[in-house]
Each structure stands twice: as structure tokens, then as C-alpha cells.
């Protein structure tokens, strides 16, 4: 664990950090100048927006909550598009990004966010197929092969990859996004929290 973080903060990074990582760096190459789209603000794509402003990107994030798009833009997102207010959020994001359309999607809804996100990638670019939050229709992928589009299914990472992040954290003394944390004793009001939806990056119990 580097020194400068606390207990909790190390007990976030093994999954989270780690899948986020794999995603922008080890499964793909997001680069200086590139854009992120990053669903939601939860754990992964809180580290994935975190990672990607630290190596020079441009991050654009969804959310249903203009609190957490603030937050987002707060830890350097240049845009966020309000999902619940504008549906089609995919053509709000390829308006902000001219037309084109973003590098690298984080992709953590699954079947019911995937044909968007589709939408909202440049040709040639990457999804990184995370999470299964979102239940929807089935995924045409006739855009993929059209479009020549890249997608990496990323499920964690290895100790190597986990060792790459801390080393770069340790470079920009980078620090993971803690929501609240609650006493071991407080874990039914944790599980309430977690269920209402209203955190940003992550949740923690302290264990003495």
C-alpha cells in the first residue's frame, strides 16, 4: 500500500482501480488528447475518469444527477450529458465532441446502455465492455463491423496490471474518490446508501 493512502482508500483500488486501469491502459491505449466517456460516476468509471484526466485525456461522463456531473467536473471531466433529462444521450455526447465522437467508451450498463454507446464511439474506436447494470433489447452489432470498432470485455486485471497502477498513483499521488465511511456497525446504513444511489466513487466500512 503507498504511504500516503489511508486504509480505506487502499481497500477501494484492488477491483475497482484495477478494472478501470485495465480498461484505459493494459486491454487498450488511451492516450494524451483522447476522449473518455465514462458511464456513471460509481467506482469504476469514478477511477476510469480519474485515470484517464492523469494521462492527458479529455473525459465526458452521464449521469441522472446534475450533483454528480458537477462533482464529475470537479475531478476535471470536461462535460457531462444528464441521461434522465436528455435520453438520447448519445447525440448529446457527439455534439460535444463535433460530430466525431469519442476514443474510448467505459461501457458498464450493458445491454441497455451498449446500442448507445455504439452511437457515441468514433469509428475506429474502443468500448470497453464492463458491467451488466442496464437490461435492454438485443445489441444489433452490424455498427460494430461497419464502424470497425474495438471491444475489449475486461473483468479486473492481474497483480502485474494492480502493480502499474500503484506505481503511476504513486507518480501523481493520486487519491481514490470516498464517498462516506461508515463503522463496521453502520453496515445496514451502508447497504442503504449504497442502494439510494446517491454516492459518487465508492463506499467503505472501517474494521477495527
Known amino acids: 500500500v503507498p504511504d500516503y493512502l489511508s486504509s480505506e482508500e487502499a481497500a477501494t483500488l484492488p477491483c475497482a482501480a484495477v478494472t478501470a486501469w485495465n480498461a484505459l491502459f493494459e486491454?487498450?491505449?488511451v492516450r494524451p488528447g483522447d476522449t473518455v466517456l465514462c458511464l456513471g460516476t460509481g467506482g469504476v468509471s469514478t477511477f476510469a475518469l480519474q485515470l484517464a484526466r492523469m494521462a492527458g485525456a479529455f473525459v465526458i461522463v452521464t449521469s441522472s444527477s446534475e450533483r454528480k456531473i458537477g462533482c464529475a467536473r470537479e475531478l476535471g471531466a470536461r462535460g457531462g450529458v444528464n441521461y434522465a433529462t436528455t435520453p438520447d444521450w448519445d447525440k448529446a455526447v457527439r455534439e460535444l465532441t463535433e460530430g466525431r465522437g469519442v476514443?474510448?467508451?467505459?461501457?458498464?450498463?450493458?445491454?441497455?446502455?451498449?446500442p448507445r454507446s455504439i452511437r457515441a464511439v468514433r469509428t475506429g474506436g474502443t468500448i470497453s465492455l464492463i458491467g451488466v447494470l442496464a437490461q435492454g433489447p438485443d445489441v444489433n452489432l452490424t455498427p460494430v463491423l461497419m464502424r470497425h470498432l474495438r471491444m475489449n470485455g475486461v473483468?479486473?486485471?492481474s497483480r502485474t496490471m494492480?502493480?502499474?497502477l500503484l506505481r503511476a498513483m504513486e507518480v501523481r499521488q493520486m487519491?481514490?474518490?470516498?464517498?462516506?465511511v461508515f463503522g463496521f456497525e453502520e453496515?445496514?446504513?451502508a447497504l442503504s446508501y449504497m442502494e439510494s444511489?446517491?454516492?459518487?466513487?465508492?463506499?467503505c466500512l472501517r474494521v477495527r
Open 27 to 29: 486491454s487498450a491505449s
Open 103 to 114: 476514443d474510448h467508451v467505459i461501457e458498464v450498463g450493458g445491454a441497455g446502455t451498449l
Open 155 to 157: 473483468f479486473v486485471g
Open 162 to 164: 494492480f502493480e502499474n
Open 175 to 180: 487519491r481514490p474518490v470516498i464517498d462516506r
Open 187 to 189: 453496515l445496514p446504513e
Open 197 to 203: 444511489a446517491t454516492h459518487i466513487g465508492k463506499i
